[in-house]
């Protein structure tokens, strides 16, 4: 069976001081290894003087990655940027030059992927020009979509530029993957790695839940190819939620021109649910055509051994198996 993994991570093996280039506070930076024993592929990722996740050489080793795909039986796989690179937060110009240069990175990485890696573009998203100029860029340099963070500070995936750079997405064939950062409540979730497993999931329904009311599939072509991360969060547990509020109190509404579970049929999610039940809940939900193995590869987090979750599924059939494994996203991504 042929398998497809559209959510991996990568990290370049050294970029330039971003902090000395543009000064500020908190830019990324890896600090590896300087010792010669088991440690040497592995690094630290820092965010200025904090460390925030430890990473090992597959995160920028084509090589490594390979064998590990090979031994998890993964034919082909498509690597993203992590969301601490993004740089939302900071001027435009900045944001499209680290946009550049980890696009430029993903791509050398590919080139060592033997066929077998492809790369999604970041944006400088808070700037929907410098977005589509640069996504426009990465398309013609060979990444095969772009991935999103799910917010830019305080917009949603309602806002009116959020939707216009979809739009021209749309228009331009790239198709989007969507993943959840700079997670709410951080004061609050900040014990026991909380803002992965409550704010991550509640940012995804977020994203969901105000592109549906917000009018955004409702303006957007149906050709826009668009998928949420980490199973759309808690998005189809609380589908019924949503569309019993929509049902009884026209201020749910918004802007939707139907009730939620109407526009099922204009989005994809991948499979990084971990859980048999919960990855059955979202093909009776979504339908098997809609979902896409996705590991979060090779972070800690991540699923181990890669794809188990749906090759094990004690439910789905064969074709089922096939369809979210790798034909959903050979079409979604014209692989
Ligand atoms: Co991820």
Redesign the pocket.
């Known amino acids: 069976m042929r398998v497809i993994d559209i ?1 991996s ?1 990568f990290f370049p093996k050294n970029w330039e001081n971003l902090a000395k280039k543009f000064g500020g506070e908190d830019w990324p930076w890896l600090r590896h290894s300087t010792q010669k024993c088991n440690d040497y592929n592995k690094a630290m990722l820092m965010q200025g003087c904090r460390e925030f996740r430890p990473i090992y050489a597959a995160c920028w080793d084509a090589n490594v990655r390979l064998e590990e795909m090979d031994r998890d039986g993964v034919d082909q796989q498509i690597i993203s940027a992590t969301p601490i690179l993004f740089a939302y937060e900071r001027p435009v110009k900045q944001a499209l030059y680290c946009a550049q240069l980890f696009n430029d990175a993903a791509l050398e990485i590919c080139v060592q992927g033997q066929e077998r890696l492809f790369a999604l573009a970041q944006v400088p998203l808070q700037d929907l020009d410098a977005s589509c100029q640069e996504v426009s860029r990465a398309k013609a340099n060979g990444h095969v979509g772009v991935q999103i963070g799910n917010h830019v500070g305080l917009k949603n995936m309602d806002d009116e530029a959020v939707l216009d750079f979809l739009q021209h997405c749309s228009d331009q064939d790239i198709p989007v993957f969507v ?1 959840p950062w700079d997670m709410m409540a951080q004061e609050r979730t900040a014990n026991y790695m909380m803002g992965w497993t409550v704010g991550m999931p509640a940012e995804t329904q977020l994203s969901i839940v105000s592109m549906i009311l917000g009018g955004g599939f409702d303006r957007l072509s149906k050709n826009l190819k668009i998928c949420f ?1 980490h199973g759309g969060g808690s998005f189809a547990f609380l589908l019924g939620r949503l569309e019993n509020a929509w049902i009884h109190r026209d201020i749910a509404r918004g802007k939707s021109q139907h009730p939620p579970s109407h526009y099922l049929d204009r989005f994809y999610l991948d499979s990084a649910v971990f859980d048999h039940d919960a990855l059955d809940l979202l093909v009776k939900k979504m339908g098997s055509d809609r979902l896409m193995f996705g590991s ?1 590869y090779p972070f800690p987090l991540g699923e181990q051994p890669m794809g188990h979750l749906v090759d094990t599924s004690p439910s789905l059939d064969r074709h089922s198996k096939q369809q979210i494994l790798a034909e959903n996203a050979a079409h979604f991504f014209t692989l």
């Open positions: 959510h991570h993943h991360a979060d």
